[in-house]
C-alpha cells in the first residue's frame, strides 16, 4: 500500500493582496511521480518551494511524512531538494558543486558519487569534473546542478522545469535519471514542465494548475 508523504489542505500563498495558490487539497504518496503543468504565473513555482520549505503558505496545512509543516525537523527537511527554474551554481568547479551537499550532511570521501552522478546526467567526470562554472553551457550547467540533487540519493526530488534549456538527448537522460532515482531509491518526484508529450513518459499523474488552482489530468 502506498504511504502518504505530503498531505495539504486549504492551502492558499498570497503576495501582497494576489493569490499565487488556492489548493484545496493534494495528497502525495511515497514512489510517486507527479507532473504540473499550466500557464506562466499559474502557481507552479509557488507549490513548489512550499513543498522544499522554502516559502511558508498564508494560509492552509500541510503535513510531511505526517508532522505539520512548522514542526518537520531539519533532517528530515533535508531529505527534500529542489531544482530550482534559475539552477544557481557556486562559483566553483564541477566537483566542488556536486560535492557541495554531500559535505554538508558529513560525508567526505565524495569522488566516487560525484563521479557517478555526472554520468547519469551524461557528463563524463574527467572531461567535466575540473571545469569551472564560467566553462559550462546552459544546459551543462542545468545537468550539473541535476547531478548535484541526484547525488544525495534523495527522498523527494522537485524538478522546476530541468528540461528547459537542455536538448532532446539530455531530456532523455533527465527522463532517465528521475525513473532510476525512483526504481533505487524510492525517490518520490514532482516535475513542472511545458513539455506535455515528455511529462505523459514518466508522471503517474499530471495535475494541472490555473489560477493557483489545481486539477487533474490523468
Ligand atoms: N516572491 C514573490 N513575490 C510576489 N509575487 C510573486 C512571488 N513569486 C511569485 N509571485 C507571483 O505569483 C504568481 C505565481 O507565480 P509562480 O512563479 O508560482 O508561477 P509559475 O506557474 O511557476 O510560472 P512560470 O511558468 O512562469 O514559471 C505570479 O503571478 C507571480 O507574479
Ligand atoms: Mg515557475
Redesign the pocket.
Known amino acids: 500500500m502506498n504511504e502518504r508523504l505530503y498531505q495539504l489542505e486549504n492551502l492558499t500563498?498570497i503576495?501582497?493582496n494576489?493569490t499565487?495558490?488556492d489548493v484545496d487539497r493534494l495528497d502525495i504518496e511515497i514512489r510517486t511521480i507527479t507532473g504540473l503543468i499550466?500557464?506562466?504565473?499559474?502557481?507552479?513555482?509557488?507549490?513548489?518551494?512550499i513543498l522544499a520549505f522554502l516559502?511558508t503558505p498564508a494560509t492552509g496545512r500541510v503535513t510531511f511524512q505526517g508532522r505539520p509543516f512548522s514542526k518537520v525537523p531539519l533532517d528530515l527537511r533535508r531529505q527534500v531538494t529542489m531544482l530550482s527554474?534559475e539552477p544557481y551554481l557556486l562559483k566553483r568547479s564541477v566537483q566542488a558543486n556536486v560535492s557541495y551537499g554531500l559535505k554538508l550532511r558529513g560525508i567526505s570521501d565524495t569522488v566516487h558519487p560525484v563521479n557517478r552522478a555526472l554520468l547519469k546526467v551524461g557528463l563524463d567526470p574527467t572531461r567535466f569534473s575540473h571545469r569551472s562554472w564560467r566553462e559550462l553551457s546552459g544546459g551543462e550547467a542545468q545537468r550539473v546542478a541535476l547531478a548535484a540533487r541526484l547525488v544525495l540519493k534523495p527522498k523527494v526530488l522537485l524538478l522546476?522545469?530541468p528540461t528547459a534549456s537542455v536538448d532532446r538527448e539530455s531530456s532523455e537522460l533527465i527522463l532517465h535519471a528521475a525513473l532510476d532515482a525512483r526504481n533505487r531509491w524510492g525517490t518520490t518526484l514532482i516535475i513542472?514542465s511545458?513539455q506535455l508529450t515528455w511529462l505523459r513518459q514518466i508522471a503517474d499523474r499530471i495535475l494541472s494548475?490555473d489560477y493557483?488552482r489545481l486539477t487533474q489530468v490523468h
Open positions: 500563498q503576495y501582497g494576489r499565487a495558490l499550466g500557464p506562466n504565473g499559474s502557481g507552479k513555482s509557488t507549490l513548489m518551494r516559502e527554474q522546476d522545469e513542472i511545458h494548475m493557483g
